[in-house]
C-alpha cells in the first residue's frame, strides 16, 4: 500500500541555522509530490511542488526539496531558518488508482525555532 | 481573489447530534477533497468530487459520514448521530483539476461533547 513516512515528529532548530525535513514515500512509480505548511490556526498552503523534471525543486518562503528516486525521498531543506518559520509541515504524495488520483499526507513534522 | 472558505469555523454539538459542514471552493475549481485532522495526527482523507460526482468515497470511516457537491462548488459534508471520535478539524481543499496542488480552507474545527 502507498504510504508516506514523516520520520521526526518534532524538530527544533536555532533561528539562522539550516534546516532538512525528511520524507519517505511507498510507491511503485514516482508521484506527485509535495510540502505543504500549516501555520497556527491556519490552513495548509503549498510550499513546493514536484511533478517531474530536474530534482531540486525551489518554492516560497526560501525553502527547497529534492527529489531522489532512489531512495524514495522528498527531503525538504531551507539554508537559514527565520523564527516566523516555527510551523508544522506536512509531506503528500499524488498516486494513481482506479483513474484518478489520491493524496496521501505524512503526519507531519513540527518545528520549533529558538531565538 | 477569493480563497477556499469553510463555514462554521467552530461547531460544538452534543453526542448523538447531526451536523452539517460547508465547503465554498475557489471558483472554477473542479476538484474538491475533504480531509479530517485529528489532534497531533495527520491528514486523513475522507472524499473527493470531481465536478458533482465523488469517485472515491474511500475515505469515509462510517455510513455515518456522508457528502455531496451541488452545481460543482459548493459541498457539504454531513455527520450523523456524532460521537466524540467525530471531534477534529475538517480540512476542505480544492484544485482545478486531479493532478493539481490543493488550496485548503481554514476549516472547521468540531467538538462533540
Known amino acids: 500500500a502507498q504510504s508516506v513516512t514523516q520520520p521526526d515528529i518534532h524538530i527544533t532548530v536555532s533561528e539562522g541555522a539550516s534546516l532538512e525535513l525528511r520524507c519517505n514515500y511507498s510507491y511503485g512509480a514516482t508521484p506527485y509530490l509535495f510540502w505543504y505548511v500549516q501555520s497556527p490556526g491556519q490552513g495548509l498552503q503549498l510550499l513546493l511542488k514536484y511533478f517531474s523534471g530536474d530534482t531540486l525543486v525551489q518554492g516560497i518562503k526560501g525553502f527547497e526539496a529534492e527529489f531522489k528516486r532512489s531512495q524514495s525521498s522528498f527531503n525538504l531543506r531551507k539554508p537559514s531558518v527565520h523564527w516566523s518559520d516555527a510551523a508544522e509541515y506536512f509531506c503528500?504524495?499524488?498516486?494513481?488508482?482506479?483513474?484518478?488520483?489520491?493524496?496521501?499526507f505524512g503526519t507531519g513534522t513540527r518545528l520549533k525555532v529558538l531565538a | 481573489g477569493a480563497g477556499v472558505s469553510q463555514s462554521p469555523s467552530n461547531k460544538v454539538t452534543e453526542k448523538g447530534k447531526d451536523v452539517e459542514l460547508r465547503c465554498d471552493p475557489i471558483s472554477g475549481h473542479t476538484a474538491l477533497y475533504w480531509y479530517r485532522q485529528s489532534l497531533g495526527q495527520g491528514l486523513e482523507f475522507l472524499i473527493y468530487?470531481?465536478?458533482?460526482?465523488?469517485?472515491?468515497k474511500s475515505g469515509l470511516p462510517s455510513d455515518r459520514f456522508s457528502a455531496e457537491r451541488t452545481g460543482g462548488s459548493v459541498s457539504t459534508l454531513t455527520i450523523q448521530r456524532t460521537q466524540q471520535e467525530d471531534s477534529a478539524v475538517y480540512l476542505c481543499?480544492?484544485?482545478?483539476?486531479?493532478?493539481?496542488?490543493?488550496?485548503f480552507g481554514p476549516g472547521t474545527r468540531l467538538t462533540v461533547t
Open positions: 481543499a480544492s484544485s482545478p483539476g486531479s493532478r493539481n496542488e490543493q488550496y
Open positions: 503528500a504524495v499524488g498516486v494513481l488508482g482506479s483513474g484518478t488520483y489520491k493524496y496521501i
Open positions: 468530487f470531481q465536478g458533482n460526482s465523488a469517485p472515491d
